[in-house]
């Protein structure tokens, strides 16, 4: 699928998550009998996980995994995804506080 959506680096969240509206729009299949607690700035709770793929092409990375749905979407968030440290863990990342540019390479 080549549908592109918008996803937030959150260097805070342990795990990638993605949007649960997103995902039941999507078709996407939940994992059976896996439901995970998440806790952020809406709360917290216990979500389903959902099996999907997140591929950021400027970086040509693409990850299948199995991701909580949270409610981006219903929380007034722009974002359809939050990329957490579990994909963040592979790449150096540099912010430049002056210009505010954030670099992300695998060296």
Avoid: H, W
């Avoid at 996407?28 to 709360?43: C, D, F, M, N």
């Avoid at 939050?82 to 954030?102: E, H, Q």
Wanted: include cysteine.
């Amino acid at each position: 699928m080549s549908d592109r959506y918008p996803a937030l680096i959150d260097t805070g969240s342990r795990v990638s998550c993605i949007d649960a509206t997103l995902a039941e729009e999507l078709g996407l299949p939940t994992v059976e009998g896996v439901r995970q607690q998440v806790a952020g700035i809406l709360g917290s709770g216990v979500v389903d996980v959902y099996r999907a793929r997140i591929s950021i092409q400027e970086l040509n990375l693409s990850v299948v995994g199995d991701f909580p749905g949270i409610q981006l979407a219903e929380g007034g968030q722009p974002y359809r995804a939050l990329v957490g440290r579990d994909i963040l863990k592979s790449f150096t990342m540099a912010y430049d506080g002056k210009t505010g540019v954030v670099s992300l390479n695998t060296e």
